[in-house]
């Protein structure tokens, strides 16, 4: 992607100071959802980052990775498998929990949504922490998918969130803050 177009993508990402809480700066990426030729070269953009030319299944991070996941799947001819939030998921699931700054979270996935030895790219809006992504490739791993690696709009690099994901493949980002 040339640097004109992720300028104009980044610029149209709009600050909203103190959401969800003050003294957090949070990256409102709704702007360039709502442009659709914007969507589409982010999209772009998060494919051609990756060196990914054909998976078996995008596994997207509830809730805004399964915007891009979903996209980004039926441009790479691939399936499309929801990471969500324990109980969100309405057949038989694996589950993994997760530390976050204070307390745990989980996540779960189907049991059947991802066949051993399939090859899995992992996509998402944003990489913080890495706690919730972590979590999501442990469980394309306990379901023997074969991670090739991971993508992101927006990584928050001052976060670290690549070291908990160091291992897994690739990790690329779209943009980074």
């Known amino acids: 992607m040339n640097s004109q177009t992720l300028d104009h993508i980044r610029a149209t990402i709009r600050d909203v100071p103190d959401f969800p809480k003050p003294g957090i700066l949070f990256k409102d990426i709704t702007p360039v959802l709502a442009d659709p030729a914007l969507l589409a070269r ?3 953009g998060m494919i051609d980052a990756t060196g ?3 998976v078996d299944k995008v596994v997207g991070i509830d809730a805004r990775g399964f915007i891009f996941g979903a996209l980004i799947a039926e441009r790479l001819g691939a399936g499309f498998v929801p990471v969500r939030k324990k109980g969100k998921l309405p057949w038989m699931t694996r589950g993994v929990d997760y ?9 779960e996935i189907h049991q059947d949504a991802i066949a051993p030895g399939e090859t899995v790219l992992l996509a998402d809006d944003l ?3 890495g706690g919730t992504a972590g979590a999501a490739l442990t469980l394309i791993e306990q379901a023997g998918g074969k991670i090739v690696g991971s993508t ?4 928050l690099s001052f976060l670290n ?3 908990k994901l160091r291992g897994h493949g690739p990790v690329h980002a779209l943009i980074s803050y």
């Open 42 to 44: 982010t999209i772009d």
């Open 52 to 54: 990914v030319l054909k």
């Open 99 to 107: 530390s976050l700054e204070y307390g745990t979270n989980s996540v």
């Open 127 to 129: 990489l913080a922490t």
């Open 152 to 155: 992101f709009f927006i990584e």
């Open 161 to 163: 969130g690549r070291e």
